[in-house]
């Protein structure tokens, strides 16, 4: 951490901050430049409150100049984290991972009939909300247990894995008896009781960026997880706000290697949640693949027009195949190839 | 809700989505105009999924023209709410009520020192953190239980209400059982669960803005608490992110007004985490005071360079004071006052 | 265009905006509902001013269901528009173009030894900055004239067309004479003189996305050169300001096939700008044409660490050879190509 | 300026940086710590490229210690800049000067008689626009020279002091042949050679900060004008884009006191750009004022409804004079007065 002393600071401010920096634990080294002093913090981890400096007199500001995230940084660990799931899904290895299903789940015909679908087309593991979070208390909430016992099911018949959201700590416990894969949705990117609870349930944990979280903000979430033992999250770009309105969000592709070359976890992207509406998704999740993401999750309902949730955004499962074809010839291009078909 | 045809919507298309409007148990009503046919959806309360019509074939654009909120709505209550604490300060009636106290408890002497202190100068709750969420997972999270039991102490000794925040359902009972207001903080906004759980306490719930949240989103997240039966939300607006760093958010204060002519709730302003910054608190404090807000929430610390979070945006106690003197004049510009202080 | 009265709007305020309306030569269609009134305009171009309507008595909010742009639109000519070049690349057609080459023109030598190379690896368009917008007045600020003659000799050496950018209404008259295209930067996105010049050219216009520009704008920016009798607009996505200072912008891939949908001009991506790293360039190149990209515009420079402006954007030669060859299997992924080299 | 090495950087990268630094001119100073290297500059003017540093290899990050701006900046100059005209209107020192009229002059009877009401009101500034700067080619444009010729009647008849804006270089000179104050709107803040010609004129320039420009951005601009010898710039806040469509943009007003302390040229606010709705403009202009801006401009029509061009967000007159008389009261709240009423 650099504290950059204003230009008119005089010795007395200087000799303040070395000594609040000193009283803190750390070494402090005054920088005098050609216009200005700096004072740099030697000895630190990362986890120094910038509060503390910022306000002290003489000081212009503050400058992070080490991460305050750890076990997730590729400093801490150089080589690439791979998940891998009982059905032999990898995320973060040379294969790209697709995730795909509808919004919520709805009933058991319908989760099992697209299931199957799925399958045949090449997805390897199966999406479906038991509990939705739902920005009105009327809306559709999810069918909770019972959604999550369908899940099982369709997994037993497909063999395809399955996640499903958690949105408070006993959902997380929930969540990981049924599910291979504990997701927290953007809403929840910064509940930490949350993300304790499901680092604490040890199954992998599927990370979505929080509506604008900062690339920094999204790393320290996932140390939460990390923090409690479980190495296993994948991250997911999902996209963020922005001021453009043809747009449910953003999709910050640039965030997948951004995040690649500061962290060794898996970084996958949400092209539905990403777009908001059917007809970018698939040109969306084409991109996500040649921008590099680790996999894919994408929403795929069987009657779009009839959803409970989400309706605009789901692919067509015809949509979807074609999608899965297309990405096996992008992934060519980058040497990498999807994940092969359940047999 | 309109759902707006393209112009080479075929006549099918269109009898296609009347078709699905009816389906969903509503009136359709199609609308021709000169470049195109709008179709008018009658009969709906504003909960509608606009997802299952968006994607039809021919349809442009869903355009939502009633609201999805209810209760929170001017249109469901034209008169102010009035939230009132036991030690006789309200939120939303003609006067402005003050909120302080430092961003977290850190001991006991502490808070109970800067309580007196700020009684002395007019405010007439205090604030403290005893859960604490923090970005990081290795920065200081709160005394818990014991910070407020604390904070309980301090009103004992002072009469001033207090206001602590809940991060997790449990927490909310917790928090509830000692604390006059419960607080929801921004990142928490869409966490459901919580919401809930906070309206079921019974006790007024201090709704924090999420980061990024539309004023839609806010009203509706205040919605999930009203659904409890608990009528007694006072929304505050926080800051909201964007693109500069001279400030850690940008305090919406055009919020304020928009706020109150869409809801009845009272809507106050936290100047701390609205900027981030110790020297432009008092600033947008009184500009808060000017733009109509019904409060104020203002962190202030006996010692913000030794602040264990938040040491940067504290006010020192004379700061504080001057920032009371400034508003009873600017209340009078708008014929408001500020609360009395406590006997 | 909608406007939506409140719901507590008397029978007066409702004949009052249909009065405004009439007065302003349409015709005004009163539309209740269950909960509130709505007034149709009809017969209106588009291009109604809604601030009149806004203010009035008992208006709730004024809906656009039409757009403002006209020409642009592929309401107004549905086939695709292809600009062509006398070199033979085409913008819009089946082929992706690709333009590529230094930020800034800085010498005679090295713009045309770049030239040269990217001639060899594929590019059909040579860019290269003469006037350069700076964001301080003290950095460097492009060759000028001198500038525009290089170009000229590389192009006359290469058989390369070329495009420099215009920053005022004569400097528009001086970059037609001298290269195959004018192109307007973000900072001028809505710099209507320049942009009405650049139009009367007749010169093909490469248009770039404003920094924080809707896309409404963006088509709107178009629209001011299509006004003036030219249609050869070339669009290009370049990046939208955001929170996350990880890069430079957030390229908004998304929209590329949102634009197609709405506009029948061609619509390129700059990965160099959008990201502002290079070692983020190659992956969201790749990205670009993936999401369906018409063409791409990218910054190489012989030797990076000595431009004199965006070295840390501009990718290496051999950089720019592998994206040449990763795009080329991309396109076929979408049943498209890359634009064959110049023999 | 400080470049942040990883922490796996080589000795000889840490070498080839401090070689490219003393290329540039300038000193390199490394300075090891705990975790990493980082190599100070020392002796450079804030005007450096990062970019030739951001690229090289075994580089983290390079982040900016002294501004890039010089002259604008209160390490330049310590005191305030007062911006004063002819009829007495001063900005910047201890008054606080009221800029008002409509967004553009429709008709010479119009705005004579709009500007003998603002000047009974107490406004000492007249504002109109001539040029008008429009998102669609095909609205109002403004009446251009004519239009200038009748606001400068209108400073005849009252004393008041004129200002309108400039589009292009030519427009900057003839606008500074008739107002008192050259005018540069959000949309051309980056406009390079529009912003040098005006400060040519040697008028004062009201610059308005861009729709998303940074406020190192907004700063830079200014300096384009003081780097042509003209140290007579007005900033002015105006909103920023933003994601809730509740408000026109996000009036920034912790923007005021952020600048004040980094700069020494006078802020004001736009309350009617900044929120585009009439019914905020009033709370608005009060809270601006309240955070400590030099001044406010405002729309105010004789007849809203009939204006056009934004008449949603203009005052009526009676409207206007109530703000007066708060904005008196405001003021003493913090020391400062009102400019006193021409007489």
């Known amino acids: ?24 634990g750390y070494d402090a080294r005054p920088i005098p430049g050609g216009q200005r002093t700096a004072v740099g913090i030697i000895g630190n ?11 002290l007199e003489g000081v212009l500001e ?7 995230y750890k076990q997730v940084s590729r400093e801490w660990q150089e080589e690439d984290t791979v998940v891998s799931l009982a059905n032999g899904t990898s995320f973060g290895g040379s294969d790209i991972a697709v995730i795909a299903g509808p919004c919520a789940v709805e009933s058991e015909p319908a989760i099992l009939d697209i299931a199957h679908q ?9 999406r479906g909300g038991a509990f939705k979070p739902r920005t009105s208390p ?13 899940l099982a099911k369709a997994r037993e018949q497909t063999g395809l894995a399955i996640v499903a959201e958690a949105l408070d700590p006993e959902g997380a416990d929930l969540v990981a008896e049924y599910a291979d894969i504990v997701q927290i949705g953007a809403r929840n990117m910064q509940n930490y009781p949350l993300l304790r609870r499901a680092g604490r349930t040890g199954k992998p944990v599927l990370l979505k960026r929080g509506m604008s979280a900062t690339i920094e903000e999204f790393l320290l979430a ?8 479980n190495p296993n999250v994948i991250l997911c770009e999902r996209g963020v706000r922005s001021f453009d309105t043809h747009t449910r969000n953003v999709l910050d592709l640039a965030a997948i290697p951004v ?20 007809s970018m998704v698939t040109a969306m999740g084409r991109a996500a693949v040649a921008a590099g993401a680790d996999g894919l999750i994408v ?12 309706g605009a955004q789901s692919l067509y499962p015809d949509q979807f195949a074609s999608l899965m074809v297309e990405i096996k010839v992008i992934a060519k291009a980058i040497a990498r190839d999807v994940t092969a078909p359940l047999s």
């Open 118 to 126: 799925l399958k045949e087309m090449g997805a390897t593991v199966l």
């Open 138 to 150: 009327y809306s559709f909430q999810g069918l909770g247990l019972e959604g999550l016992k369908f």
């Open 62 to 68: 503050v400058i992070p100049v080490t991460h305050p």
């Open 299 to 310: 929403e795929v309902h069987g009657d779009p027009p009839r959803a409970l949730s989400d």
């Open 222 to 229: 996932a140390e939460y997880v990390l923090a409690e033992g």
């Open 45 to 55: 981890d990362g986890g120094i409150d910038a509060g503390r400096l910022q306000g």
């Open 1 to 24: 951490m650099l504290v950059v002393m204003k230009n008119v600071a005089s010795a007395e401010e200087i000799e303040a901050v070395v000594g609040v920096i000193q009283e803190m």
């Open 259 to 278: 995040v690649q070359s500061l962290s060794h976890l898996p970084m996958i992207a949400d092209p539905s949640h990403g777009t908001g509406i059917r």
